[in-house]
């Protein structure tokens, strides 16, 4: 027979993380699978092109509809992303509450 080992309990299963602008709240979207096709997407197209596609995988189409009413300068628009996918990696928790 198999060896089984339940690794249940060092899991964490956590929420997904929020984003907040201008007081405004954001969900990301944090598993695994989202954040590996993100990765692929960066290492197979150019920034820009990779940005929009990373967004409406970050980011429900509710939310994404609240983002772009914001009309986000370009500058900025990129910096929400690199920030979101660092936090769902766990490399940044500037501003965590």
Known sequence: MAKIVDITDKLSFDENPKIRIKGEEYEVNADARTMLE??????????????????????????????????????DFMKMIEFSMDLVMGEDSQGEQ
């Open 38 to 75: 993100i990765m692929g997407v960066f290492s197979n197209k150019d920034q820009a092109a990779a940005a929009v596609e990373a967004y409406e995988k970050l980011y429900s189409e509710k939310d994404r509809r609240r983002i772009d009413r914001l009309k986000l300068p370009f500058k």
